[in-house]
């Protein structure tokens, strides 16, 4: 009798355990936050960088020596090529994001500008930095970018992105010389610097400069998938913001 009882009492808590469960599971909100044009930008936009990343490095750094005759070796020339593609890939990829600003959800654009003069965003800014820096136990919760990463994807990336495509273009105009479209448009930016050698200084460090953005955004973004109990990285694949509790 004892046994029947204490079969039928682990069978109930069981059932109770599924019934939590599936309640915990009814508590997941999801909300559709990146539309799909914004989302497939911003995979093409991370595999153009680190083509730009890698290739720019190779640039400013070339390999001393290849085997063989210099004629049957055209490896920086190819280096080059897929840097500049890459290049124009960004630069056309900024141009569509910008229309998709004007004409996507609201959303779409929070990238292109930040509330500096309105004194509650600098509040909710404190209160992402108390939580990235362990202080805080639970973060605001936010359908799109946090005021912190509002903040960083303007300064950190957009700006810089586009330092790095008038910088870039300016050079590549040395190429295409005087009269070509990157002339007109870029010319004036290295006598702005002083000289050649300057904006290549520049451009340079702005590389540098964006992968360290990268590498603070992919652990900003794992790390609240893992502990801000709102997804990050899977919101780019599928474009809706889960919030686990």
Same mark, same amino acid.
């Given at each position: 009798?004892?046994?029947?009882? @204490?079969?039928?009492?682990?069978?109930?808590?069981? %059932?109770?355990?599924?019934? #939590?469960?599936?309640?915990?599971?009814?508590?997941?909100?999801?909300?559709?936050?990146?539309?799909? *044009?914004?989302?497939?930008?911003?995979?093409?936009?991370?595999?153009?960088? @680190?083509?730009?990343?890698?290739?720019?490095?190779?640039?400013?750094? *070339?390999?001393?020596?290849?085997? %063989?005759?210099?004629?049957?070796?055209?490896?920086?020339?190819?280096?080059?090529?897929?840097?500049? !593609?890459?290049?124009?890939?960004?630069?056309?990829? =900024?141009?569509?994001?910008?229309?998709?600003?004007?004409?996507?959800?609201?959303?779409?654009?929070?990238?292109?500008?930040?509330?500096?003069?309105?004194?509650?965003?600098?509040?909710?800014? /404190?209160?992402?930095? &108390?939580?990235?820096?362990?202080?805080?136990?639970?973060?605001?919760?936010?359908? %799109?970018?946090?005021?912190? !990463?509002?903040? !960083?994807?303007?300064?950190?990336?957009?700006?810089?992105?586009?330092?790095?495509?008038?910088?870039?273009?300016?050079?590549?105009?040395?190429?295409?010389?005087?009269?070509?479209?990157?002339? &007109?448009?870029?010319? /004036?930016?290295?006598?702005?610097?002083?000289?050649?050698? $300057?904006?290549?200084?520049?451009? #340079?460090?702005?590389?540098?400069?964006?992968? =360290?953005?990268? =590498?603070?955004?992919?652990?900003?973004?794992?790390?609240? $998938?893992?502990?801000?109990?709102?997804?990050?990285?899977?919101?780019?694949?599928? %474009?809706?913001? @889960?919030? &686990?509790?």
């Amino acid at each position: 009798m004892s046994h029947t009882t @204490t079969h039928h009492g682990a069978g109930r808590e069981a %059932g109770d355990d599924d019934e #939590h469960t599936v309640a915990e599971a009814r508590s997941i909100k999801s909300v559709y936050v990146y539309e799909a *044009p914004v989302r497939i930008w911003h995979w093409i936009n991370a595999l153009a960088i @680190t083509v730009l990343a890698i290739t720019g490095y190779f640039i400013g750094s *070339p390999l001393p020596t290849q085997p %063989g005759e210099a004629s049957a070796n055209y490896l920086m020339g190819y280096i080059r090529f897929a840097h500049f !593609a890459a290049g124009y890939l960004l630069a056309v990829g =900024i141009l569509g994001r910008l229309y998709w600003a004007v004409v996507g959800n609201h959303h779409a654009r929070e990238l292109f500008w930040v509330p500096l003069f309105q004194r509650a965003y600098w509040a909710e800014v /404190w209160g992402m930095v &108390k939580w990235y820096a362990f202080i805080s136990a639970r973060p605001g919760r936010y359908v %799109g970018h946090n005021p912190l !990463a509002r903040f !960083a994807m303007f300064f950190g990336f957009f700006v810089l992105t586009v330092f790095m495509i008038v910088t870039g273009f300016a050079l590549y105009a040395e190429g295409a010389q005087m009269g070509s479209w990157q002339d &007109k448009l870029f010319g /004036w930016v290295i006598p702005l610097f002083g000289q050649s050698q $300057d904006v290549h200084t520049w451009h #340079h460090l702005g590389m540098w400069a964006l992968i =360290i953005f990268v =590498i603070l955004h992919v652990y900003a973004a794992i790390r609240e $998938d893992i502990m801000g109990r709102s997804s990050v990285v899977s919101t780019m694949i599928s %474009g809706h913001r @889960t919030f &686990k509790d």
